[in-house]
């Protein structure tokens, strides 16, 4: 799989060191670093943005500025694809409209299939499209709770055959956890764990704690590349409770 770690991280050697010969994934809202995923990685994405805008309460309206952007991004011939813009807290309804406006090709467009949306449109967007990405939304918004495998449980029924083989290309958006991952088929994850944990010093303790942020985002990296995703989906267990009462269809 690809391991996609997101950017800004700062100080830029730490990027560099995160990045280089690797992958790395370019928020629109944070593209200050995209220089260097241009100059070092063997690959990038271009998210949308829209999470860190809907965040700040100021979403977005005109997708025009990021699909300039996009299309810029695409030029470069190891840049993989882009992040169809979504709406954080819209319905089913507004963000196929959004799909619509697309002016990328299938090729290098992703559509985000949020988990509180209907099987139905995760259905759709699967065969419609060669990649979808997952992003973890409403009562599945904590990755890795019993709620959250309960939801991706019925999911992986819907998009994996009768052997839990997919049937399409998957991106886990904030999903680049080990104890995740290794348990989907997933082409691709992403998460910006590397720039928000290198600078916590606390987090760092014992005798061979390494001294500088270029090496533990090395440290980091190296840790999080050596496991894979799963060639297939196991169901994973849920509480009995949840099975019978939880989970949304």
Partial sequence: MKHYHGLPITPATAAYEA????????????????????EVCQSFAIDNGAFSA????????????????????????????????DVIDGNEADNDALLAECPVSKNHAVPVYHMHESLDRLERLASDY???????????????????????????????????????????????????????PLESADSTNIARNIG?????????????????????RSRIESVNSANQYIAQPVSKQLCIFGGAA
């Fill in 130 to 184: 060669h990649r979808i990405a997952l992003g973890s939304s409403g009562e599945f918004s904590a990755i890795g709770t019993n709620e959250w495998w309960h939801r991706m449980n019925q999911m992986m029924g819907v998009v994996c055959d009768q052997d839990g083989y997919p049937l399409v290309k998957m991106h886990g958006l904030r999903m680049l956890n080990p104890a995740i991952f290794s348990k989907l």
């Fill in 19 to 38: 990045v280089k010969q690797g992958h790395a994934f370019v928020s629109f809202a944070h593209s200050q670093q995209l220089g260097v995923a241009i």
């Fill in 200 to 220: 916590i010093d606390q987090a760092w303790k014992g005798n061979y704690m390494p001294p500088t942020k270029e090496m533990r985002a090395a440290v980091m």
């Fill in 54 to 85: 809907w965040k700040s309460g100021n979403p977005v309206k005109d997708w025009s500025e990021f699909y300039n952007f996009a299309l810029d991004c695409l030029k470069y011939p190891h840049c993989d694809w882009i992040v169809i813009p």
